[in-house]
């Protein structure tokens, strides 16, 4: 269905801090922008699931504990992708602070990974995640539902 309708896709990813309170942000290799790890789900997976994996792949970190941060859906999360492929997408975000292994500085999918202080955030913030970052900045109560 993919190209023909519109479909709806789940992506999934964490906003993670280190023991200095300082948040994790990965500048992307498919645009150079900076955000949270994360990615669209497989077949197969729960949301917690494909959180750490998209984590461990862009990061080289494994989650442990997760906490809801929020979930994002509505038409204001609509994507074309350049191919013409549409989606609805539903964005979950969770909340960690315990995970263990070694930070990847970059790979395939990170130009670079670093933790920043909230009051320091790096400038070109991919704008799919802004919302993400307002929230977090904002200190709204979680869940977040929007």
Known sequence: ???NEKVIM???GAIVFDKEDRVLMQRRADNGQWGFPGGFMDLG???QD????EVFEETGLLLEQLEL???YSGPQYDKTFPNGDQVSLVLISFF???YKGELVESNEESMHNQFFSLDALPDNIF???MMLVNDLLTQKSRPIIS
């Open 10 to 12: 789940v992506v999934s």
């Open 69 to 71: 941060f929020g979930i």
């Open 45 to 47: 997976e729960s949301v």
């Open 96 to 98: 960690c602070k315990r």
């Open 127 to 129: 704008s799919e995640h």
């Open 1 to 3: 269905m993919v190209g």
């Open 50 to 53: 494909t959180a750490r994996r």
